[in-house]
């Protein structure tokens, strides 16, 4: 069963910070990757940044050089370090992750948190 649980959003004025968090709790599954997303113009979830288990990176271009994503593998915790945040940011910010069973390779599921709403005012 996998579970993950966010945390550290809110208000904040546009030039701004905030910190997401994201709890991952496991058992029987491996992590190849994590990510956060968020809810576009058109409710559609769209990918704000990933981190591999090699910690390789991929980010939106929308919040490249604004947004860091890292990862604690000991403690199965996600980061999202947000700077210079802007009104266009705010949205519903959701946690995920890629697992595999065991130590198998494929399949690979993806789980979500229930999401955490982040709200930048101008």
């Known amino acids: 069963q996998v579970q993950l649980g966010e945390s550290g959003g809110g208000l904040v004025q546009a030039g701004g910070s905030l910190r997401l968090s994201c709890a991952a709790s496991?058992?029987?599954?491996?992590?190849?990757?994590m990510g956060w997303y968020r809810r576009g113009p058109e409710n559609q979830r769209e990918l704000v940044a990933q981190?591999?288990?090699?910690?390789?990176?991929n980010y939106a271009h929308s919040v490249e050089g604004r947004f860091t994503i890292s990862r604690d593998g000991a403690k199965n915790t996600l980061y999202l370090q947000m700077n210079s945040l802007k009104p266009e940011d705010t949205s519903v910010y959701y946690c995920?992750?890629?697992?595999?069973?065991?130590?198998?390779?494929?399949?690979?599921?993806?789980?979500w948190g229930q999401g955490t709403q982040v709200t930048v005012s101008s």
């Open positions: 995920s992750a890629w697992v595999v069973k065991g130590a198998t390779v494929t399949p690979t599921y993806q789980y």
């Open positions: 496991l058992s029987g599954f491996s992590i190849n990757a």
């Open positions: 981190i591999t288990s090699r910690g390789i990176t």
